[in-house]
């Protein structure tokens, strides 16, 4: 994870902060992104986007932040958006497993490119979910049952490399 910190301190580098000091990624040609995929008894937790959000609305998708402050290791983000998406708690988490990053050409947003890194969290028990306003559904799926969700259309090259992770 070291390595993974450097390229992040990297990608910061010389951008701006916002007032709450997290870094300023809107005219970033690269922003880095945390994909989480809850993971327990061979199922992966989606949820709904919900008609609150700016993109992918109605879409299912796995859990995702910008990583945008320096001081918070990935761990720690992972455990932090984890509870606020879905309620699931830091004592919920068996094992949190990262996998290497991967750069992803948006070509919504002409102007940017994700460098994302898969994270899986393996599940203790099923905990309860309580979504936060930027979903407003979710469910539990076997992996092979992507497909037959509505989702952003590269989403499972991260909930693939996560999963790979198990093996």
């Known amino acids: 994870?070291?390595?993974?910190?450097?390229l992040i301190s990297k990608l910061m580098a010389g951008l701006p902060y916002l007032h709450d000091g997290r870094v300023d990624f809107t005219n970033a040609p690269t922003s880095p992104l945390?994909?989480?995929?809850?993971?327990?008894?061979?199922?992966?937790?989606?949820?709904?986007?919900?008609?609150h959000v700016k993109r992918h609305k109605g879409l299912w998708s796995n859990i995702s932040v910008y990583i945008d402050r320096a001081d918070i290791g990935l761990d720690e983000l992972a455990y932090s958006k984890l509870s606020e998406a879905a309620g699931i708690l830091k004592k919920h988490v068996k094992q949190l497993y990262f996998a290497e990053p991967y750069k992803l050409y948006d070509h919504q947003q002409e102007k940017n490119n994700w460098l994302i890194f898969p994270v899986l969290a393996?599940?203790?028990?099923?905990?309860?979910?309580?979504?936060?306003w930027e979903h407003s559904d979710f469910v539990w799926i076997k992996p092979e049952q992507l497909a037959e969700y509505p989702r952003p259309s590269r989403l499972?090259?991260?909930?693939?490399?996560?999963?790979?992770l198990l093996k």
């Open 34 to 51: 945390l994909n989480i995929v809850p993971y327990h008894d061979g199922k992966i937790l989606l949820l709904r986007r919900s008609s």
């Open 122 to 132: 393996e599940l203790g028990k099923k905990p309860p979910v309580s979504l936060h």
């Open 1 to 6: 994870m070291e390595e993974s910190g450097q």
């Open 156 to 164: 499972h090259i991260g909930i693939e490399n996560a999963l790979g």
